[in-house]
């Protein structure tokens, strides 16, 4: 099987627990490059664009998705955020369902090089905030 490397950045990463929508583990590798674009699609994989994410595709998995940080150690218990960078080893596997076919990208290997951490939506009240 044929795999290529790319640049992305990752957004909507549950790479750890399952996404409620899709029942899958996943992530959005975005803003790709020209060059990753026509990689990708040279595979048979179908590149997305979006508005605030560029040209995107969403990878999809049965398990967990491991992430490693730039020397090689397992990044655990960290909630990689919107925007984080990472170098990514790409592969792809073909689908039938219910009379369709297709082929998804599959991520082989996910190296964080720049991580935003998600930190959640909390939200700090005082008593002293105007409340509606």
Not at 30 to 42: D, F, G, Q, R
Not at 112 to 128: F, N, S
Request: net charge negative; with cysteine.
């Amino acid at each position: 099987m044929e795999t290529i490397k790319i640049k992305a950045n990752l957004m909507w990463a549950f790479l750890d627990r399952v996404n409620d929508m899709s029942g899958k583990y996943q992530v959005d590798l975005t803003n790709l490059s020209e060059k990753a674009i026509k990689a990708i699609e040279e595979m048979g994989v179908v590149v997305k664009y979006k508005e605030g994410k560029g040209p995107f595709i969403t990878c999809t998995s049965q398990r967990p998705i491991h992430a490693y940080d730039d020397g090689g150690a397992k990044l655990e218990d960290v909630n990689v955020g919107n925007d984080s960078e990472a170098v990514v080893v790409l592969g792809y596997y073909d689908w039938q369902f219910k009379g369709k076919k297709g082929r998804s990208p599959s991520i082989k290997k996910l190296v964080v090089m720049k991580l935003v951490e998600y930190a959640g939506a909390g939200v700090d009240v005082d008593e002293d905030d105007d409340v509606l």
